[in-house]
C-alpha cells in the first residue's frame, strides 16, 4: 500500500505557518546513477545560519513534490523554478528549527509518539500499519518521525510567537460583528502572490509587475488558476495551488474588499497591489451565514468513581444499589446526587447539569440521554471515569447562531491577528538570518549573495 503523506499533519498543526509539503512526503533515493555505478558525491547548496542544506536534501523535496502531482506534472512549474521553491522553503524550516532551538524549545519522543498516532488514527492505520507504509515508500521510519518532530517544533514556536500579541477584545467582537462586511458573509478564495522585497528598487517592482502580468495572461490563454498559483506564486502555498479556503470577508485585507465584493464566483481580479506585492485573485465561491440551531438536553447526574479502597466493580455494586433506590424505591435523585454522587461539578446541584450539547459532558453520557425519554433514568454504565446514572429531564431546540457568531468572530480575528504576527516574525527572522545559496541556478533576485 504505497501513499502519499502530504497531508498526514493537518490534525496537529493548527494554526502555523505553511511547511513545504515535501517535508511530509516519501523521499526517494538520491545521488544514484544506476545499479552498480558509483554514489554521486554530495554538495552544499546553502549555508543557513549555522546549518547547510545538501544536494541530496533539496532531491528528496523536489523529488516528493513531483511524486505528489505524479498525476498532474503540468501542474508544475519548470524544474528550474521548482528547486527555488523548494529550496526556499527548506530554509525557512531551518531558520524556524534553529530560532526554536536558540529559545528552549523542544519536543519530547512521548511527544513524538503522541503525533505518530494521531496521523495513524487520521489515516484509519495502527501505527505499526503506518510504519509499514510509510517504508514502503522507500522513507526510513526514523526520517518521518524527524519530520513529525521537527513540524510539533514549529508549531510549538508559532505558539510562542503569537500568544503575547494575541488579545481579543469584547468591543472588538461587537465592532466586527456590526460591521458589514462580517455580515456579507464568507468567500472561497485562491490566489496568486508576487513578491516585492523590501526597499524594492523601481527594477524590482518592475520585474513583480511583469511576473504578475505573465501569470494572467498565462490564466487568460487557458491555463487552470491553480496551475498557475504553482507556477508563479512566491506564497508558502504556491504547491498547493493558492487555496486560501473559505475566509470572511472581515477577514480580507481591506485593499481587496471592494474588488472581491464585485466579483462573481469564477471570476479572476486583476493584479493588485498590497503591501508585500502583488495578487491575483481568484473568486471559488460565496456563502451566506447560515442561521445555528442545536438539540439541547436536561438532565441530572450520579458518578460514583474508584478510589485507592474502592475498586471500580464495587463502585459499580454501589452505583447499583443507588440505581435500584431511584427506580424500585422512588427514591429522590436531587437528595441522592447531593449524599453520594462524586461529581464535584453537579453533586452540590443535587447532580443537575443544566442544559447541554449531545457530547458537551462526554460521548457515553451523550449516548444515554439521546436514548432515554423525559423523566426516565439510565441504568448504571462505566467509563473509565468511574460508574454514571443519568436522569433526562427534558429536550429542546436552541438558536445558538449569535453565541457561534460571537465565537466566530473572535476567531477570526485571533487567527487574522495571529497570522499577521507570524508572518511579520518570518520576515524578520529570514532578513536577519545569514543565508548564502551556494548554487548560482538556485538563487534568483541576487540571493546567492550571502544576507544579511
Request: proline content about 4%; aromatic content about 4%.
Amino acid at each position: 500500500m504505497k501513499q502519499t503523506f502530504a497531508l498526514l499533519l493537518l490534525a496537529i498543526t493548527f494554526a502555523i505557518a505553511p511547511l513545504a509539503h515535501a517535508q511530509l512526503l516519501p523521499q526517494a533515493a538520491s545521488g544514484q546513477t544506476g545499479s552498480g555505478q558509483e554514489q554521486r558525491l554530495d554538495r552544499i547548496v546553502a549555508v543557513v545560519g549555522e546549518d547547510v542544506i545538501l544536494q541530496s536534501e533539496l532531491d528528496r523535496a523536489v523529488h516528493a513534490v513531483q511524486q505528489q502531482y505524479a498525476q498532474h506534472p503540468d501542474q508544475l512549474p519548470p524544474l528550474s523554478v521548482l528547486r527555488r521553491q523548494v529550496l526556499d522553503r527548506l530554509i525557512l524550516m531551518k531558520l524556524q528549527l534553529q530560532h526554536a532551538d536558540d529559545q528552549g524549545i523542544h519536543v519530547s519522543d512521548q511527544d513524538v509518539d503522541r503525533a505518530v498516532q494521531a496521523v495513524a488514527q487520521q489515516n484509519k492505520m495502527t501505527p505499526d500499519q503506518l510504519r509499514q507504509a510509510v517504508e514502503q515508500t522507500g522513507q526510513s521510519f526514523a526520517d518521518f518521525r524527524q519530520q513529525l518532530h521537527d513540524q510539533l517544533v514549529v508549531q510549538r514556536l508559532h505558539q510562542s510567537v503569537v500568544q503575547s500579541s494575541v488579545n481579543v477584545t469584547q468591543s472588538e467582537v461587537d465592532n466586527l460583528l456590526n460591521s458589514p462586511a462580517y455580515k456579507a458573509g464568507e468567500v472561497h478564495l485562491a490566489h496568486i502572490e508576487i513578491n516585492v522585497p523590501a526597499g524594492a528598487s523601481a527594477e524590482d517592482i518592475s520585474a513583480a509587475a511583469a511576473k504578475a502580468k505573465a501569470a494572467l495572461d498565462a490564466i487568460k490563454g487557458g491555463m487552470n488558476f491553480q496551475a498557475a498559483a504553482i507556477r508563479y506564486s512566491d506564497a508558502t502555498d504556491a504547491l498547493d495551488g493558492g487555496d486560501l479556503g473559505w475566509r470572511r470577508m472581515d477577514a480580507i485585507p481591506p485593499a481587496f474588499l471592494d474588488t472581491i465584493a464585485n466579483m462573481e464566483p469564477g471570476q479572476v481580479s486583476p493584479a493588485l497591489r498590497g503591501p508585500t506585492g502583488f495578487h491575483i485573485l481568484k473568486l471559488l465561491g460565496r456563502r451566506k451565514p447560515a442561521k445555528q440551531v442545536v438539540t439541547e438536553y436536561h438532565a441530572l447526574h450520579i458518578l460514583i468513581k474508584p478510589t485507592a479502597v474502592v475498586t471500580m466493580q464495587q463502585a459499580g455494586q454501589k452505583a447499583e444499589a443507588l440505581y435500584r433506590r431511584i427506580v424500585d424505591k422512588h427514591a429522590s435523585f436531587a437528595k441522592l446526587a447531593e449524599a453520594d454522587s462524586d461529581d464535584d461539578t453537579t453533586a452540590n446541584n443535587g447532580g443537575d447539569m443544566g442544559w447541554f450539547q449531545k457530547d458537551a459532558w462526554g460521548s457515553a453520557i451523550g449516548q444515554q440521554v439521546t436514548m432515554l425519554k423525559d423523566g426516565e433514568v439510565s441504568k448504571p454504565f462505566q467509563t473509565a471515569e468511574g460508574w454514571h446514572i443519568v436522569k433526562r429531564l427534558g429536550e429542546r431546540q436552541t438558536d445558538v447562531t449569535e453565541q457561534d457568531a460571537r465565537a466566530q468572530a473572535r476567531q477570526a480575528i485571533g487567527n487574522r491577528k495571529a497570522e499577521q504576527a507570524y508572518d511579520n516574525f518570518l520576515r524578520e527572522l529570514r532578513s536577519r538570518a545569514y543565508v548564502k545559496i551556494l548554487v548560482p541556478s538556485l538563487a534568483s533576485d541576487g540571493n546567492s549573495k550571502a544576507t544579511p
